[in-house]
């Protein structure tokens, strides 16, 4: 069995903005010769745990443990090690841990009929908190050196498990130095990989926030068309810059501030009633009108109103809006899946109208 150790700075916000104590919490990570533990064998465990408190900037020190089985006899003492050492934890983030590193090791310690350390750990699988950001991101694949390369972090390991395998089996034939390296180079940057992937939980912060309050601020475009520009703060800074367009608008997120730029739409726009039959419509003057009142205009004026032509017009500035939060609310022609609404001018310094109002915006896009 050899042990080695590592330290590397993390800055740990990201942890506290997800309630999380940091000297409570170890990463994890573990490395096999396949994906069954029935017909496999476990050979390496690395852990990173706290060995100091953040300084002025934030930034703590973390140190890298990693327990490697010189031979498939040592599975068990591996076990035991890594069972040993997380009684003084709590908290355990991985990286879909909850699908395989959890299960594989509770599987071992049933085999070897040693008591699984897992049953009080709460469990934090990194993979299934960031999966749902994979649209907003624009990323194809989910996967941790997915998420690296998104971050712009590089590594020096260029295998993956799956061909280290063969290395560790010359590695117990040989005790070769530069395997036995390899080998421990692809788990440390997995565990250190982590770390650096908390930071994606600003985007998480930002995915599940329901409380926004933002500016308002009215701009002219090039060509005259008006704008809505909503700005807002973030809890916590996003590592990479982000952008989305939808039906509503267009979307940024840098450093800590969000903005959102929302065209409006001028000109004339129709309220249509969902109760036509009991409404006549008159050509002449290009709108519906209820048959309570219809009855004193002329038959010749007037038609039965069919549902895409039960309207009253408005023309203004409007607003799209994903519901009826507004009312009342307009549309380009029956059709127009967007509903619009006419915005007075108090809804701009309104805080809590402009708050519901990007609240719905951005629900809308995340979803």
């Known amino acids: ?33 396949g994906f069954k533990s029935s017909s496999s064998h476990l050979y390496l465990i690395g852990a990173a745990l706290r060995v100091s408190k953040p300084d002025g900037n934030g930034i703590s020190q ?21 069972s040993d050492f997380i009684q003084s934890y709590d908290t355990l983030l991985h990286f879909n841990g909850n699908r395989f590193d959890i299960p594989y090791l509770e599987e071992k310690y049933e085999q070897y009929q040693i008591a699984s350390p897992f049953g009080s750990l709460r469990s934090v699988d990194l993979y299934q908190d960031f999966r749902p950001l994979k649209a907003l991101l624009k990323l194809d694949h989910m996967n941790q050196k997915s998420l690296e390369v998104f971050l ?13 395998i ?58 005259g068309n008006k704008q809505l520009l909503l700005t807002f703060s973030l809890r916590f800074p996003v590592p990479v810059p982000v952008s989305a367009s939808w039906d509503y608008g267009y979307l940024t997120l840098k450093n800590d501030i969000g903005k959102l730029m929302i065209p409006m739409s001028e000109g004339t ?14 050509p002449e003057e290009d709108q519906s009108i209820h048959k309570s009142v219809a009855t004193y205009v002329d038959r010749e004026y007037r038609q039965i109103a069919k549902a895409d032509n039960c309207y009253i017009k408005r023309h203004g500035t409007f607003l799209p809006q994903p519901a009826e939060l507004f009312t009342p609310a307009f549309r380009r022609n029956f059709k127009d899946k967007i509903r619009w609404f006419s915005p007075e001018d108090r809804f701009f310094e309104d805080q809590t109208q402009l708050s519901l109002y990007l ?4 629900k809308s896009l995340l979803s």
């Open 1 to 33: 069995m050899i042990t080695e150790e590592k330290l590397i700075s993390y800055p740990e916000q990201y942890l506290i903005s997800r309630g999380l104590a940091a000297d409570s919490c170890v990463f994890f990570d573990i490395e096999t010769t």
């Open 62 to 82: 973390w140190k890298i443990l990693q327990w490697l089985a010189q031979r498939p006899q040592e599975e068990t003492t591996l076990l035991r090690n890594f």
């Open 152 to 164: 712009g972090l590089e590594r020096d390991d260029t295998y993956d498990g799956g061909r280290l």
């Open 166 to 223: 063969p290395i560790y089996r010359e590695y117990c034939k040989t005790d070769s130095d530069t395997y036995r390296k390899l080998l421990l180079l692809h788990n440390a940057e997995d565990v250190s990989g982590m770390l650096t992937l908390t930071s994606m939980y600003s985007y998480v912060d930002f995915v599940q926030n329901e409380d926004w309050y933002p500016c308002a601020q009215l701009l002219t475009g090039k060509t």
């Open 269 to 282: 726009l129709y309220y249509y009633f969902s109760d036509y039959k009991n409404y006549y419509y008159l």
């Open 359 to 362: 609240n719905a915006l951005l």
